[in-house]
């Protein structure tokens, strides 16, 4: 392969047979000559040229490292918002890196609105992937606001880990967006118990005889509303 740093200097040093081999090492550095020489760095690390060439990719979070910022750049990335990622929300990275990317993308826009209930339920909605409602007309209680946080699909006690972190998650996004003044109430909205709700069995195999179709009854066939016995 021809040196292609030998063709920028005077005829003098070109016609030098011991400049070609003296120049790789600096045509590998800027140019990013591939060869089968290894370093600590690998066999052909990326060069200056290469990496100047693909900066703009690092100022626009993109839809994945292939077309944003790569993923160990995002933080960075985040406080030309005058917002700090959270440190611990790569814990699942393919997953929680969209939200980063999504979250960045937004901000521009979203910065407008810091402090309002638009800001706040968008930002929830991102960093939670959970639909949120915010109440924040409430008779009798001024500088209150409530907020309900669909976790219906991660109440069982399997997923206890996903349920605590989506609350925790929640509570930081509203502190950081909520006016100091004010107070709030984080509300899991989930399906707790219903009375009085009929369900058919599922389909039983036909070796397996099932009870019939559930139905509670409050003070018939519940302890519940029962009239004492004397």
Do not use: C
Not at 65 to 80: N, T, V, Y
Request: zero cysteines; aromatic letters at 8%; proline letters at 7%.
């Amino acid at each position: 392969m021809d040196n292609q740093l030998l063709q920028y200097l005077p005829e003098v040093f070109r016609e030098d047979t011991a400049m070609e081999p003296f120049l790789r090492a600096f045509e590998k550095l800027l140019l990013g000559r591939a060869d089968d020489v290894s370093s600590v760095l690998g066999s052909n690390p990326r060069a200056i040229e290469q990496t100047v060439n693909d900066l703009a990719r690092h100022f626009t979070p993109g839809n994945n490292a292939d077309d944003g910022a790569p993923d160990e750049f995002l933080p960075w990335l985040s406080h030309w918002l005058a917002l700090s990622l959270r440190s611990d929300i790569t814990q699942v990275a393919a997953t929680d890196n969209a939200i980063r990317r999504k979250f960045i993308a937004r901000m521009a826009q979203l910065y407008r609105y810091r402090g309002t209930k638009q800001s706040m339920a968008e930002l929830l909605a991102i960093f939670t992937s959970r639909d949120v409602i915010i109440r924040d007309q409430i008779d009798g209680k001024p500088h209150y606001f409530e907020v309900l946080l669909n976790l219906e699909t991660i109440k069982t006690g399997d997923s206890q880990e996903a349920f605590d972190r989506a609350k925790e998650l929640a509570h930081s996004v509203i502190r950081l967006e909520k006016p100091a003044h004010t107070r709030y109430l984080l509300i899991p909205a989930v399906t707790t118990m219903r009375i009085g709700q009929k369900q058919a069995p599922p389909p039983a195999p036909s070796n397996v005889t099932l009870p019939t179709s559930y139905s509670v009854q409050v003070g018939v066939n519940t302890r519940l509303g029962a009239t004492p016995r004397s």
